[in-house]
DNA sequence: CTTGACTCTAACGTTACGTAATAGCTTAAC
DNA sequence: GTTAAGCTATTACGTAACGTTAGAGTCAAG
C-alpha cells in the first residue's frame, strides 16, 4: 500500500507542508502512522479525508467544526451546510451592499469632492475667511478643485466660527426634534429654509448642490453619523426635508 | 468644547471601549490629549476622523491602510478603493460559487448520497463483499439508504480488493493518457465503456446513475482531486466522456 | 465613606497557518 | 567515504483586529 510523505501529501493536494503540520498538531488529520525517525507517513485513507477537509474548508467552515463533521458521524452536516450558506448569503449582501457604497463613494471623490469639501469647510470658519475662500473656489472652480479645497482646509486648520457653529449646532437640535413630522410640515420646511440659507450664507449652494448634499447626508456614513449622533433617524429626515424643499421651494432661491 | 470619554466617544460610534484603546495603540486614532489622571479626552476633531476610520472600515480596509489615506494626503484613495471594489468582486464571485456548490452538495447529501457511498463502496470490497453488500442495498432501499451505506462503510472498513483496484488503476491510467482527445473519440469510448461494465459488474449502475457520477467527477471535489492527481483535466474530461457514452452508447447498457 | 460606574495598563486568547531557525535524515553523485 | 541537495522534525514567533479577563486607580452620588 502505498504511503505518502508530507511534501508528496501536500502537493497531491496542493496545500503547503505546514498545513499538514498544522493539522496533525491540530489533532484534524493525524498521519496514519510515524517512520522509525519520526516522519509522518499517510495513506490512502488520510488522502481521503484530507480531501473533504479541503472541500470544508473551501466553504469557509472553520477546522473545528470541520473536525467534527468528519469524525462525529452523529454531526448534522445537513444543517452545518444549511447554516453556512446563510452566513455566506449574508456576507454576499454585505459585500454587494459595500460594493454599491464604494461606487458612490468613487464617484463622489471624482466628482462631488468638492461638495463634501465645502462641508468641511463651511464647517469651522469665520465669515471673512469663508468668503475669501469661496471666492478663491469659485476663480479656480473646476481645474484644481479637489486639491485646493484639500489644501485649504490643511491650511486653515479647525478655527471655529463661535456664531456659525451655534447656530448650526441649533438648526441641528431643531430638526433633531423634529424627526417623525412629515418631512412637507411647514415647520420643518422654515428650518430647513434656515438652513439653506445658513449655507448659502457663505456659499453659493444651488438647488442642485444642496440636492446632492442631501443625499450625502444618507449615503455617506461619515454625515449619517454625524447625524445620528443628534437623533435616530435624523440624517434621513433631513435628506427628505431637503428633497420637499428643492422640489418646492424654488422660490426662494432666486 | 465638548470632549468626549472614551465611553461616550464609543457609545456615539456604537463600537467598543478596547477598539478606542487599540486605534490610540496602533496611532490610527490618538485621544486629543490625556486628562490629569491620564483619561483619554477625545474633541470632535476625532470624532469626525473615528467616523472616516469606521467609514473605511466597513470597506473592509485593512487598518494599515486606513491610517494611510486619513493620515498622508497624497495617498491616492481612488486607486485604493478602487483596488478593494477588485477585491471585493472577487470575494463575492468565489462566495457565490460557494453557495452553488453548497446547494449542489446538500442536494448530493439529501437525495443522491447513496451515490458517493456506491463510489466509496465499489472503490475497495471484494466481489463476494460487494454483492452482498449491492443485495442489502437494493433491499432496502429507498428506506434507510443513507444509514445503511455509511454503516456498511464504517463496518467493512477498507479492505481492498487488489485486483479490481489494479483494473481501476489502469482504466484512469489510460484515460489520464487520453486527456485532451476528443471525448467522443472511439478510443476514449472504449476505455469508457470498460469503465462502466466495471462499475456494473458490481452495481446496477443505470444510465442516468452513471450520468449522475459523471457529474459528481466535476462538481465535487473529492473526486475531481482524486482524479486531478492522474492529470489535470481528467475530471472533467471523463465527465464529458461519460455524457458522451450516456448520450449515444445506449444499446450497450440493454 | 462606601458604592457603582468608569478609567487605566498589561497581557493572554483567538484563526489558520507563514516564516524562520536549528538540527537530524536520505540519497545520489563524486 | 564524503559531500551536497533535498527532505524531515520541532520549536516558536508573527499576523489582524480586537475580546476578555485581571488588577488597580478614579470619580460622582448618597
Known amino acids: 500500500m502505498k504511503v505518502y510523505s508530507v511534501r508528496e501529501l501536500s502537493k497531491l493536494a496542493k496545500i503547503s507542508v505546514r498545513t499538514l503540520h498544522h493539522y496533525d498538531d491540530i489533532g484534524l488529520l493525524k498521519p496514519a502512522k510515524r517512520s522509525e525517525k519520526g516522519y509522518r507517513l499517510y495513506h490512502q485513507e488520510q488522502l481521503l479525508l484530507l480531501q473533504q477537509i479541503l472541500f470544508y474548508r473551501e466553504m469557509a467552515i472553520p477546522l473545528k467544526e470541520i473536525a467534527q463533521i468528519i469524525n462525529d458521524p452523529d454531526f448534522d452536516v445537513l444543517k452545518a451546510l444549511e447554516f453556512h450558506k446563510g452566513e455566506i448569503a449574508r456576507q454576499i449582501q454585505r459585500w454587494e451592499q459595500l460594493l454599491v457604497t464604494i461606487d458612490k463613494t468613487m464617484l463622489e471623490l471624482k466628482n462631488n469632492k468638492a461638495m ?53 449646532e441649533e438648526i441641528n437640535q431643531l430638526l433633531a426634534s423634529m424627526v417623525g413630522f412629515k418631512p412637507d410640515d411647514v415647520r420643518v420646511q422654515k428650518v430647513i429654509l434656515r438652513h439653506f440659507k445658513q449655507m448659502n450664507l457663505y456659499y453659493e449652494v444651488s438647488k442642485e448642490r444642496y440636492r446632492g448634499l442631501g443625499k450625502l447626508y444618507v449615503e455617506d456614513e461619515r454625515f449619517t453619523q454625524y447625524y445620528e449622533k443628534y437623533k435616530e433617524g435624523l440624517a434621513r429626515f433631513i435628506q427628505q426635508a431637503i428633497e420637499v424643499f428643492c422640489d418646492n421651494d424654488l422660490k426662494v432661491i432666486t
Chains 1, 2 share one sequence.
Open 116 to 168: 463634501i469639501n465645502d462641508e468641511a469647510l463651511y464647517r469651522g470658519f469665520k465669515p471673512e475667511e469663508a468668503k475669501q475662500v469661496r471666492q478663491e473656489a469659485i476663480d479656480k472652480w473646476g481645474e484644481e478643485e479637489m486639491e485646493n479645497a484639500e489644501q485649504r482646509i490643511r491650511e486653515k486648520g479647525n478655527t471655529g466660527w463661535k456664531n456659525h457653529q451655534e447656530n448650526d
